[in-house]
């Protein structure tokens, strides 16, 4: 095939002239074993392009890998000498992923695995980005999983590779109809992507006409989608009432917080403004700062960022809710910006409990199990 073009399907098979040399390490072998390598380019749709590396070594071995860059000697596991790897860019360098496909479990010889590790950092770009996967071939994700649902012509191909020397074709057609579920997956990734891209450009042009509205929102009171709490941990009302009361951390006032965010998760998403009374007058936070360990904003800031994680998770904080201190009537606030979460959110209360609230209206509303299963399954967790 050495210079040759193919076309299959939406997708076109060519070969690099070169053949470099190189040379692996072999754990069998206990060294490394002189070889050379041929690359075979895959261009797809949508600027997708993909590598395929076939290996030939002196001692009569051969194997063909995806996407890996040819840099000298390579680390080559016995066990796992048969690993396709398939590497998908897109040539602007929007978004360029790995996804290495099926090979035998080192115990369980039938367990096909896949790492995981390059779809974590796809879901910050495309938070249901293992739902496209899902739906789009792949029967389940996880640090050893089933990857695509043809298991016996998988083995088959992939067997191939070494007991057969002509068995470079068929190879090539298995990888191929692997990347055609890709440029589902893709297609839906640039889709969503795009799209927030533009919703953080309009969010620029319009973050200072947010700004001028900030205590229009607060003077329109409390809604399904705004929620007003006086402080993070300090009790006003015993305070107002106990002469004898010293300050200190309540977990019960800390609670409502992340019982408020949750509710937001578990909904349509809110805002949150910590400082603020329930009839809308500034509080600030200076009371707050005092239970502070640094007696200052950005020790509040990130304590609160804390007690946030804790109770909803660091991955739902990290991607879902973003924290910020504006000043409102002369006085500087929290404003906790929640968006909606993808799948259901358990708040984990001061006293470990897993409880499921859901803001309804002005409220935010704690569920029994039963009534949480059927929140869950009727609510629609899409964004």
Known sequence: MDGDNVEVGVFNLGVIP???????YQRNVRDHVDGKVSVYQIQGPHELAAEIHYIQLENGQRWLEMGESYKGPKWIWQQTKDRLRMSVIEKNGKFAFDLPLPTPGNKNKETYTMSCASLEEIDHILPNFRDLIFKYGVLKIGPRADLFNDVSSRKKFIAATIDKPNSFAPIVAFCITRLLAITKIYEKLKQTSDAEFTHMVDEYHNSQSRKDTLDQIIAKGETAYVEFK????????RAKYDPNYKCKKEENISDNIVRTVAGFLNADGGTLFIGVSDDGDAYGLEEDIKLTRRKDLDGLENELNQLISFSVSKEVSAAKIRIS???????VIAKVEVMKANSPVFMKTS???NKFYVRIGNATNTMSVESAFNYISQHDWSN
Do not use: E, N, T
């Not at 070169?18 to 692996?24: E, F, I, K, Q, T």
């Not at 006086?230 to 009302?237: C, G, K, L, Q, V």
């Open 230 to 237: 006086p402080a993070i941990w300090f009790d006003y009302d």
């Open 325 to 331: 201190l504006p000043k409102f009537q002369g006085r």
């Open 351 to 353: 006293r470990l409990q």
């Open 18 to 24: 070169s053949v470099m040399p190189g040379a692996w």
